[in-house]
């Protein structure tokens, strides 16, 4: 047993594996593919579940991986301890319906000993209770000591998820030695100390369980196998903490050395610095597989580990942003393994700085409210923090919910977890509405549907029409042997021109002819089985099920789109050249109208950069640069330099699409074939998609036309509008009304001031004494939100022990103010909880700072309800 690096580790495994007849495969993306049961990949196995279950055909019937894995169910144990990461590295073998346990069993002994020269009397095992097969095979055949074989139960050695395949599993430990143990007389293997360490799993998955307690035997057993590298890692380098496994060490020290603290010196400080490095390999890992930041799914998970990372950063005196100068230690310690990370390194330190930043700009101000209502809590002598204190943290200042709740529970402090959910059930609703996959879950329809339909032949590249014969027609859910005249239903083609929807670019329409109907195609897509569905609306006859017909693209249609969908590769490499190479593609729909394309940028573009990214796109036009398709292996497209789609999987033969030398992509949509075609190239609008993505719509040929046409229509119109003869006049008559507008304004302002000094001496007259505090309820009708803060403004000029608490009506809509004095304040008042609760009463909400806040209503019968019930609101919160 020697020494040896976890790179070293990963390959001997694999290089192993290979020799035993296993295809090599690369690590899975994070992202999982046509899988919606999971967030992210979890496990080694998980991407290959539809291998398991007979779904998908396996490129081999022996498999090996090394599968990058995200866990976030122990986030909060991350840092507390040394063992827990939310990143990990999943060596595994396969057999889909080939070997089992005699071979499973004899080559993991073998890796152990032969390879890595483990020694043997430090190896146990374990085995299901009544395994007496395995048992057999690891003494008998094997030659291990019966007396390091351990028996365990169901918990612990049979692997089993609800029904499907399951089975009886056998684990190798590594002994550690008396000194890591706890000991108690009964320590040994499956004891709860560090002395046993766990680190292979071989599950043999030979029943299907109907989840109702019974286990047929499968015709065709299956091996799943499962052994941490950091955990093998950590015994081979005999050291017994994860974070000082070589790659992960280094990335530690890279956080040491950025943050001044070193590990070691201080328990307390430790717990940060393997945070940032756990958190920071995840990060890395997960925006190369294209997880963006967000406020939901995974893009929260890559969100809240972010800023629990940069929120450890300050406890450590780094109140300035560093996490992506982790990156470049990232990238170095693994890119030899995973090559997507250095390809992606200029995008991934760009969004990491971007979202610290933007979460800086809040935390200051969240951490200041934050410790201030735990302050309140404390003093009231509750333990549990209002549930509405964490909502508006986590909804004005971006203060995720976890990242509350360990804060406060670092004071003893636990949330009202029901009332913060009661108040983000709205969110969350938009949220699930967004995530829910309708396209994803039509298609498991069809698919079903169409099962045993051969894959459509597409040769829309080269025609717009062909002779084809039906497949296939479905109605409403159903295959049918025909349609008539007033039907619409799915029909599958053998053979087709018509491009199914995909990769951004809309499907093709047109029709389809027999010699006994005439069809209309409103619309194509596709299925998982290459099938293309052809939308179709009878309008004669009937079709039938072998008939042939033949099919006819809207040709001026396809052309527009061609156009559309080669300027969208004209902008995206337009947008590498101005902005930097950390521009990938985020989305995009390519339709006749338009283009809009969604990038991965960080800041809204200048007038300078769109004029710029313009002109650049113009020029490839002007000049008539050929478009030519390719395919071609993908490395040696990579070779190329092409631009593949980000967080993208590829087969081993791809097809590129160039425009000279100054696009490159991994492309299967429609283009056309000389940039001359496209016309002219001009973008419509620039906007903000989600954080860190940016979206550009544009047109071109006719498109352009029509855009001019519209703009100096509406330029006319404007003119028209203003009484003007010539439409140049147009910017500067627009000028004089909007100095015209702002000197109203303040003479509206000036006015207001007036009326809110007037009526500020007759409130003080009915103002009520609460405690030893006056307090001015009042109610306006016709009064805006400005006016009412203007009031309050003017009461706390004339007295600082005093609570105002003011609204304004205007038709259905109820605006309130409300104010506290110093003096009042120090008496327990606080504006933005009085008038939280006073709206509440009228069906609204809102809320503020101690001094000052605003609240919307929604019931004006309960207006009055509201403002009588302050007295009791601001007497109960007075000392």
Known sequence: MKWTGLNELREMYLSFFESKGHLRLPSFSLIPKDDNSLLLINSGMAPMKKYFTGEVTPPRKRVTTCQKCIRTGDIENVGITDRHGTFFEMLGNFSFGDYFKHEAIAWAWEFCTKVLELPEDKLWVTIYIDDDEAYDIWTKEVGVDPSHIVRLGKEDNFWEHGSGPCGPCSEIYFDRGEEHGCGKPTCGVGCDCDRYVEFWNVVFSQFNSDGKGNYPPMEHPNIDTGMGLERLACIMQGVDNLFLVDTVQNITKQVSKLTGVNYGDDEKKDISLRVITDHMRSAVFMIADGVMPSNEGRGYVLRRLLRRAARHGRLLGMHETFLYKIVDTVVHENQGAYPELAEKRDMITKLIRVEEESFARTIDQGLQLLNGYMDETVKSGKTVFPGEDAFRLSDTYGFPIDLTKEIVAERGLTVDEEEFGRLMREQRERARAARKNAGADAWAGESNVLDGVPETEFLGYETLEAEAKVLAIVRDGARVESATAGDEVLLVLDRTPFYGESGGQVGDTGSIESEDAVLEVTNTTKNQAKNFLHHVAVQAGEIRVGDKVKAAVNADRRAAIMRNHTAAHLLQAALRRVLGTHVEQAGQLVNDKRVRFDFTHFSALTKEELKKV???????????????????????????????????????????????????????????????????????????????????????????????????????????????????????????????????????????????????????????????????????????????????????????????????????????????????????????????????????????????????????????????????????MLK
Do not use: W
């Open 614 to 876: 313009e002109e650049l796109v113009n020029h490839e036009i002007l000049s008539a640069v050929p478009v030519e398709s390719r395919e071609m292996p993908i490395e040696e497209a990579r070779k190329l330099g092409a631009m593949a789609l980000f967080g993208e999987k590829y087969g081993k033969v791809v097809r590129v699409v160039s425009a000279g030398d100054f696009s490159k992509e991994f492309c299967g949509g429609t283009h056309v074939s000389n940039t001359a075609q496209l016309g002219l190239f001009r973008i419509v609008s620039e906007s903000s998609v989600a954080a860190g993505v940016r979206r550009i719509e544009a047109v071109t040929g006719t498109n352009v036309l029509a855009l001019l046409d519209e703009t100096t229509q509406m330029v006319e119109d404007a003119a028209r509008e203003l009484k003007l003869n010539n439409p140049a006049e147009l910017v500067h008559r627009i000028g004089q009304l909007s100095a015209e507008l702002k000197e109203k304004e303040r003479e509206v302002e000036s006015l207001n001031a007036k009326l809110a000094a007037m009526r500020v001496e007759s409130l003080f007259s009915s103002a009520k004494d609460v405690k030893g505090v006056q307090l001015i309820t009042a109610r306006f009708s016709g009064v805006e939100p400005a006016a009412l803060r203007v009031m309050c403004d003017k009461v706390l000029e004339r007295s600082q022990n005093c609570v105002a608490v003011i609204a304004g009506v205007n038709g259905e809509k109820i605006n309130i103010a409300a104010c506290a004095g110093k003096d009042a304040q120090a008496k327990g008042a606080h504006a933005g909880k009085i008038v939280r609760s006073v709206a509440a009463v009228a069906g609204g909400s809102g809320g503020g700072r101690p001094d000052s806040a605003m609240a919307g209503a929604k019931d004006v019968s309960k207006l009055d309800d509201a403002l009588s019930a302050a007295e009791k609101i601001v007497a109960d």
